[in-house]
């Protein structure tokens, strides 16, 4: 099962999501990291000013990844409460 590396900025709180060189606020910039997460995270830690660096479970979709937890569903698009909030790019339906 495919994982991906998540976490947050520091200054801002936004939801972030490694792409493989750098981090994106779009989950369908990311991409797997499977076995070497856990070394991905041990590097990344003390140099960025990301937080709360954690590895998730997400399966395939068309238009890249679905996370499989709700929360994380919630985390990819915006605050469920306020849809002004949400990524222009991602809406609701779509993962």
């Known amino acids: ?14 939801v972030l999501w490694w792409a493989g060189s750098d981090w994106s606020l779009h989950l369908r910039d990311a991409v797997a990291v499977d076995d070497d997460g856990e070394a991905l995270i ?8 990301i937080n709360d660096l954690v590895l998730i479970d997400v399966d395939p979709a ?8 709700t ?8 605050p469920s409460v306020r849809p002004d909030f949400a990524l222009p790019s991602l809406p ?3 993962i």
């Open 1 to 14: 099962m495919p994982r991906l590396l998540t976490g947050n900025r520091l200054e801002t709180g936004d």
């Open 71 to 78: 929360r994380e569903r919630v985390r990819a698009v915006g």
């Open 42 to 49: 041990a590097r990344l830690a003390p140099q960025e000013r």
């Open 92 to 94: 609701v339906d779509a």
């Open 62 to 69: 068309p238009d890249g990844w679905r996370p499989r937890s």
